[in-house]
């Protein structure tokens, strides 16, 4: 029941907005609402990590008291009369019936997988979740000792979000609503761009249905990554701009620094996203109001981005020598040549990952074309200078795979309409050229600073969110409504492959060449090693003889890649009488291993065959690469 508190609170903010004496309208008022409750989020977890009290009942408090106090506030202004007088515009006709039930069939069934599976992702297992699981051990979120630099120095906004779900609701089962709630968001994100950019009725209905569809946002919704949190601060971002150059609202400087410091503190990714619309809103300002007005916005905005930041860049700072830091991955993930060719190279294969067709032989020919154009610009098409690691370029089949899918039809109609845009005959579209160019300029800074690599898809969803609002704009001006109907259905089945057969979390079983049993059925914990098969053996073996001899303290040394967090979930985390550490040395988090740690047993990953002893504990168990030192009873 505790999980309901940040749920009543954002309630709270958004009905408080409406009541306010300027309403932004409901879609516009919930963005506002999340980026409050976000920065709240943010601000709650720095200041109770201070204390070491990022528990359930100082968590509990620091979501009870706003709650009270808004829902108060709310009551007395009459906030719930406003609502009740709100207006829904209802489909009309079959067509559009048809629409909207088949988009609530996508909500629906992403929420149930969502609700069905546990972390699973290898990132989520490796670092999203673990740090959850570290920070929720600690009661704070300061740096600790880790063989994955990684948990400490990426932004951590998303995992924050985790944390509070975690501890309040005991376990892992929440987890995956931070993205199936930021796809929510998302969709109403778009719905209100569109608004603001002059569509109707039809525009924000292929809007919403063109973003519900995506597979890679479908793939997302149901995970415990983080692309889709950036993804909806970026098209809050992309609304406030909007408003912010309207120049009718105080508060929309606020709003907007909320939501790129939001984005930043999410991924890094998302920086490449925010400096666009900072220079679409620069120059706007300055074209409107001039540099007076340009300075006071930025000042404002900077200060609120700058607050929700300030506790991760100080920590990183003292650990690691500066507030934004890779330690050492710039070389795995940054672009080491930055010119044309470069440039062209990494536009064309990013575009390459949402190519893939259900003909082999088209893939091929695109595979082919891509190819040549290399040879013509006198660059390897896997030169390791522009490419990460995860395999060779190729345009693919379409896949079911979460990591690797693609948005194929939504990129088509997405460039149908950037085409169409771009003609002379499209008239009043000068914020809609606008939006289009601080859209792709994100992705082409993506390509220009960052290298390809077979995962990539992932990065782009911020574009695609944005890409529909822009696509369902021109479409309802070009095409008639039967024909924005046909759109919206034919992206409603397309969309079937993932929303029933994504490859590790199917709805359902066995279908689309997927191992796994349906989410209706499977158990969490087939489910939970459904990318990583072989870890179940060695991993269960091992807590096995750990929970046998009553050990509450355990070391770890995992690779550097090692997937963690299904060692908490099987010795039962989170609970107040174990405690885990990683032994590492050598590293810039090894300064902060506890002193009073002496683990029972340390489980070993690739530990030197020489090792017949680590910390004074014998070994007891070898299987594969891993091994096991315990103290038995």
Same mark, same amino acid.
């Given at each position: ?404 899918? +693609?948005?194929? &039809?939504?990129?088509?109609? =997405?460039?149908?309409? @950037?085409?169409? /845009?771009? !003609?002379?005959?499209?008239? #009043? ?125 355990? +070391?770890?040394? &995992?690779?550097?890649?090692? =997937?963690?967090?299904? @060692?908490?979930? /099987?010795? !039962?985390?989170?609970?107040? #009488? ?56």
């Amino acid at each position: 029941m505790l999980v309901l508190l940040p749920i009543l609170t954002f309630l709270g903010v958004w009905l408080a907005l409406r009541s306010g004496r300027v309403d932004r309208g409901a879609g516009q008022s919930f963005l506002r609402a999340a980026l409050l409750t976000g920065g709240w989020l943010v601000l709650s977890t720095e200041i109770l990590s201070l204390a070491s009290a990022v528990s359930r009942v100082p968590l509990a408090l620091a979501w009870a008291l706003p709650a009270v106090l808004i829902w108060a506030w709310v009551v007395r202004r009459g906030g719930l009369a406003r609502l009740r007088r709100t207006r829904i515009g209802l489909p009309q006709g079959r067509g559009e019936w048809l629409v909207m039930i088949g988009l609530g069939a996508v909500i629906g069934i992403t929420a149930v997988v969502a609700w069905a599976t546990p972390p699973q992702t290898w990132d989520s297992l490796s670092y999203h979740l673990s740090r959850v699981a570290h920070w929720a051990q600690a009661a704070s979120v300061r740096v600790y000792a880790s063989g994955r630099e990684v948990q400490n120095v990426r932004p951590p906004a998303a995992e924050f979000a985790i944390l509070h779900l975690y501890v309040l609701a005991g376990g892992d089962r929440l987890a995956n609503f931070v993205e199936w709630f930021s796809m929510i968001g998302s969709l109403v994100g778009v719905a209100v761009l569109v608004q603001r950019l002059g569509g109707g009725r039809m525009a924000r209905m292929l809007a919403v249905v063109y973003v519900a569809t995506l597979p890679m946002g479908i793939s997302q919704a149901t995970s415990t990554m983080n692309d889709y949190v950036v993804a909806f601060w970026i098209v809050c971002l992309a609304v406030e701009t909007v408003t912010l150059l309207e120049g009718a609202d105080r508060w929309s400087p606020v709003y907007f620094g909320l939501a790129a410091g939001l984005a930043a503190l999410t991924k890094p990714t998302a920086y490449f996203f925010v400096l666009p619309f900072l220079a679409w809103a620069g120059v706007g300002l300055v074209r409107r109001q001039g540099w007076k007005s340009v300075i006071r916005v930025m000042v404002i905005a900077g200060a609120a981005a700058a607050i929700v930041n300030l506790g991760f860049w100080t920590r990183s700072y003292l650990t690691y020598g500066s507030p934004v830091s890779d330690v050492g991955l710039e070389e795995v993930h940054a672009s080491q040549l930055h010119d044309a060719r470069a440039l062209v190279s990494n536009v064309v294969r990013n575009a390459g990952l949402h190519a893939g067709t259900p003909s082999n032989h088209v893939n091929k020919g695109l595979t082919l074309a891509i190819f040549r154009l290399h040879d013509l610009l006198g660059l390897d098409v896997n030169d390791p200078r522009t490419t990460s690691h995860g395999g060779e370029f190729e345009v693919e089949f379409p896949t079911t795979i979460e990591t690797k899918a +693609g948005n194929p &039809l939504q990129a088509l109609l =997405a460039l149908l309409a @950037l085409g169409l /845009l771009c !003609g002379r005959s499209f008239r #009043d579209g000068s914020r809609l050229r606008l939006l289009a160019l601080a859209t792709v300029a994100g992705f082409v800074l993506l390509s220009y600073l960052i290298k390809w690599q077979v995962f990539a898809s992932r990065y782009h969803l911020p574009v695609f969110v944005l890409l529909g609002a822009i696509t369902a704009v021109v479409f309802e001006r070009r095409l008639s409504r039967g024909w924005n109907l046909v759109v919206c259905s034919s992206l409603l089945l397309a969309s079937l492959p993932w929303l029933l057969g994504i490859r590790s979390r199917p709805m359902i079983s066995h279908i689309l060449g997927s191992p796994m049993a349906s989410v209706l059925t499977a158990s969490r914990l087939d489910l939970l090693f459904a990318n990583g098969d072989y870890l179940r053996k060695p991993y269960e073996d091992m807590v096995g003889l750990i929970t046998a001899n009553q050990c509450r303290e355990v +070391g770890i040394a &995992l690779s550097g890649s090692g =997937a963690e967090y299904p @060692l908490w979930v /099987l010795l !039962g985390a989170p609970r107040a #009488d174990l405690r885990m550490e990683w032994l590492v040395g050598g590293t810039p988090s090894a300064e902060a291993a506890p002193r009073d740690f002496h683990p029972c047993a340390v489980v070993c990953e690739r530990c030197p065959e020489g090792w017949s002893t680590v910390r004074g504990l014998p070994e007891v168990y070898h299987y594969g690469s891993f091994r096991l030192f315990l103290e038995e009873n």
